[in-house]
């Protein structure tokens, strides 16, 4: 049997983007978006959708798995960011062949969190912008001779272009009044990328995929902005394509991740934050969905990953 797709967040950009991807493969799927947003882009994909309860609704799971049931699909791909440590904590509630293309609980909450994605990353001699909370620049302002010059406050958890601000300075900044959850880094003025990287575990047959990406100049003036100028040819950006797989692999993500990366003025590149799912650039890089549905392909990929635990041997239960 085929692999019978649901995607969540169909309503989103990169919903839309997904579902237009395995449209133009004429794999047939199913969308499904929250209740609390039934918003409807005109250019929505003309496909089967149902609405589901939102991530924040304890019984989200539990609708969930009623319609992987009722639907008999054996591949989930969630395209919200908000949705992933929901999805990697619950993947033990579904069927033993039922794939939910998301990393490992751990590996998921640390990136979900821009604060703890930057610690590891650091602790782990990747190279990142300097960076502080708020909490800690108000107890000691000392603390700010790393940070001189523009520097972005953007909320921990990620939210793409929503809430990042990027401040000229921090003379006048009131940290103390700073709303909790903020993450302050030093700006990085230098060309703007995102890699895409499909992460697969050591020792494992499938190789790691990775495309680099380079935004373009944030238009408009939204800071942030993930619109994308041109995919790099694989001769050029090579140092951000390691790096951004390098970051993956000290995360331990495994499927579909982009790695926000930008260059120092001395050209250095810096990992700025990571977001686990596939995003609305993955149309510039269909390798990245080849890599996904290939997990389905191949029993044997990644079984701590995109199937629930392997079940424990019966002599091992004494």
Not at 155 to 179: E, I, Q
Not at 181 to 195: K, M, S
Not at 214 to 224: C, D, F, H, V
Not at 239 to 251: I, S
């Amino acid at each position: 049997m085929g692999p019978r797709i649901l995607v969540t967040g169909i309503a989103s950009a990169a919903g839309r983007t997904v579902a237009a991807q395995l449209g133009a493969r004429g794999l047939p799927y199913l969308g499904s978006d929250a209740r609390a947003d039934t918003r409807q882009a005109q250019d929505a994909p003309a496909a089967a959708a149902v609405t589901l309860l939102p991530v924040t609704d304890p019984d989200m799971i539990l609708d969930l798995r009623r319609l992987v049931d009722r639907e008999a699909i054996n591949v989930i791909i969630p395209t919200l960011t908000v949705e992933l440590p929901v999805l990697a904590a619950a993947r033990a509630g579904f069927a033993q062949d039922v794939r939910i293309i998301v990393g490992d609980p751990a590996a998921v909450a640390v990136a979900n969190d821009h604060l703890f994605t930057t610690w590891a990353l650091h602790a782990a001699g990747i190279p990142v912008p300097r960076f502080a909370v708020p909490g800690d620049l108000a107890a000691a302002p000392a603390s700010l001779a790393g940070l001189s010059g523009p520097v972005v406050v953007k909320p921990r958890v990620f939210k793409g272009s929503h809430g990042v601000h990027v401040l000229a300075g921090t003379d006048s900044v009131s940290w103390k009044n700073m709303p909790a959850g903020q993450l302050v880094q030093e700006f990085i003025p230098g060309a703007d990328y995102v890699c895409l990287v499909f992460g697969t575990p050591a020792r494992n047959a499938m190789a790691p995929v990775a495309v680099v990406l380079e935004k373009t100049r944030t238009p408009y003036g939204r800071a942030g902005s993930d619109e994308v100028s041109r995919r790099v040819p694989a001769s050029q950006a090579g140092d951000v394509r390691k790096l951004g797989l390098a970051a993956v692999r000290t995360l331990g993500l495994t499927g579909p991740v982009q790695v926000q990366i930008r260059r120092r003025a001395d050209g250095t590149p810096v990992v700025l934050g990571v977001c686990a799912t596939l995003g609305e650039n993955s149309t510039w890089a269909p390798e990245i969905l080849d890599a996904v549905l290939a997990t389905f392909m191949l029993p044997a990929f990644n079984p701590a990953s995109f199937r629930r635990c392997p079940a424990v041997p019966a002599d091992a239960l004494g």
